[in-house]
C-alpha cells in the first residue's frame, strides 16, 4: 500500500463542498471515483480542509492510499483523465511516508477571500468573487481586522452547525489589501472553525462600507455570541490556498 499526497484545484460552484454529501456532488466524491476507475480500488480521500458548498481551491492538500502498483505521475495524470468533465484537477502528486496525514499532519491553512470592489455586475467572474458596489475602506479593514489576530474565543465568528470541540482558535494573520478594484482579504491559522474566514471578512466588509466602526469588530468578538454577527459573506469569493507541513 502506498500513500499519496495531492494537491487539488477546484471550482467550488457546481459541489456541495469538499466532503461526500447526500444530497448533491462533493469534490471527495468525484476524485474517490476517479480513483476507483483508475485502480479498481475503493479508496478514502483525507482532505488538509473541508470547503463548504461553493467556495474554491486552488492549493488543496490531501492524500489517499493505493494498493497496486503507480507512479506519482501516472496516477497524476490517470486521475485528471478520470476526474472529467468536473472542474477539478490534481496539479501535484507526490508518495509521503505512511504517517502522514493531509489533516492531522497539517501545521497551518491558508486561505484568501476575494473582493471586487465596483458598480458594474460581474461576467466570467460570477460565482468566483463577492462583488461590492460601494467603495470600501481598506485600511480601516485592516485595522479592524487586527483585533481577531491572536488567540480569541471565536464563537460569534462560528457557524451554529460547527462541530468543532472548542470555540477557541488562534488566528495567525488576518490581512486587507487593495489592488485596483479588487481586495484581498488573507487568513492564516492551524485550523479554522466552520464559516469563521467568511464571518470576518463579511464584519470587514461592514468597516469598510461605513456601516461599522473599527471597534465594533472587537465589540463583536467580545460578545462571544453568533448573534453579534454582522454579516456572514458569500461563499463566492472564499479559495483554500495551501497548506503547510513539516
Known amino acids: 500500500m502506498t500513500r499519496f499526497a495531492l494537491t487539488i484545484e477546484y471550482d467550488g460552484r457546481p459541489f456541495m463542498g469538499w466532503q461526500r454529501q447526500n444530497h448533491g456532488p462533493s469534490i471527495q466524491q468525484a476524485v474517490e471515483e476517479a480513483a476507483f476507475a483508475v485502480t479498481g480500488e475503493t479508496v478514502v480521500v483525507h482532505a488538509a480542509g473541508r470547503t463548504d458548498a461553493g467556495v474554491h481551491a486552488s492549493g488543496m492538500r490531501a492524500h489517499l492510499d493505493i494498493g497496486r502498483p503507480i507512479s506519482a505521475f501516472r496516477l497524476m495524470e490517470a486521475l485528471n483523465a478520470r476526474v472529467r468533465p468536473h472542474p477539478v484537477a490534481i496539479v501535484d ?5 505512511d504517517d502522514w496525514h493531509a489533516r492531522f ?3 497551518a491553512r491558508h486561505y484568501e477571500y ?5 458598480r458594474a455586475p460581474l461576467t466570467w467572474e460570477k460565482g468566483l468573487a463577492w462583488r461590492i458596489a460601494a467603495e470600501l475602506d481598506a485600511e480601516a479593514m485592516h485595522a479592524a481586522a487586527q483585533a481577531l489576530v491572536g488567540q480569541h474565543d471565536f464563537t460569534t465568528f462560528r457557524s451554529v452547525h460547527c462541530q468543532s470541540a472548542s470555540p477557541l482558535k488562534s488566528l495567525d494573520r488576518l490581512d486587507v489589501t487593495r489592488e485596483g478594484n479588487r481586495l484581498l482579504v488573507r487568513a492564516s491559522a492551524r485550523s479554522f472553525l466552520h464559516h469563521q474566514v467568511r464571518s470576518m471578512v463579511g464584519c470587514l466588509a461592514l468597516v469598510g462600507d461605513g456601516k461599522w466602526a473599527v471597534s465594533d469588530v472587537a465589540r463583536a468578538l467580545e460578545a462571544r455570541d453568533r448573534a453579534a454577527l454582522g454579516l456572514n459573506a458569500p461563499s463566492d469569493g472564499l479559495y483554500f490556498l495551501r497548506a503547510d507541513y513539516p
Open 105 to 107: 499532519s497539517c501545521l
Open 114 to 118: 476575494r473582493i471586487v470592489n465596483r
Open 93 to 97: 502528486c507526490v508518495e509521503v511516508p
